[in-house]
């Protein structure tokens, strides 16, 4: 009677509420990131518009202020995910850390206009966890 007196007594003792919102953990940021990145993909298949709507609406909001226009382009991206890793010491050219958890991926980049290859890029791609969300920083073309 006493062992099972304990085990009620400790099982009760473990039912706590805890005021807040869950957050993603390293495991739940994997899967957040693994959407954002076919989501980017799947705006781009809508076509330019739809992108830069995307990519305005997931744009880290410490960073509003360099919203950059795609100027009619589409780009595709492909993380490779064995690297994504956090990165909590990188801070943007310019500004301050940014909040949230950063991570940091290997990704590779095709810009394309009008179904017509632009070319490709192989790079490094920042995101952020923040609040349960994953946010990115809008890329800016490089003009020739």
């Known amino acids: 009677m006493r062992a099972a007196f304990a085990v009620v007594t400790l099982l ?58 795609l100027a009619g382009v589409t780009i595709t991206v492909e993380p490779t995910l064995s690297t994504l890793r956090p990165d909590a010491k990188w801070v943007p050219e ?15 980049l ?8 632009l070319g490709d890029q192989i790079g490094s791609e920042r995101i952020v966890v923040l609040d349960g969300a994953v946010y990115g920083f809008m890329p800016c073309l490089r003009q020739n």
């Open 12 to 69: 009760a003792g473990c039912s706590i509420a805890v005021d807040g919102s869950p957050v993603a953990g390293a495991a739940g940021a994997k899967d957040l990131i693994v959407k954002y990145f076919a989501d980017f993909d799947a705006a781009a298949a809508q076509g330019p518009a739809a992108q830069q709507d995307f990519l305005r609406r997931t744009q880290h909001p410490d960073f509003t202020n360099r919203i950059c226009d």
């Open 110 to 117: 095709t810009v394309s206009r009008d179904g017509q290859k």
């Open 94 to 108: 310019g500004a301050d850390r940014p909040r949230g958890d950063v991570y940091v991926v290997a990704v590779s």
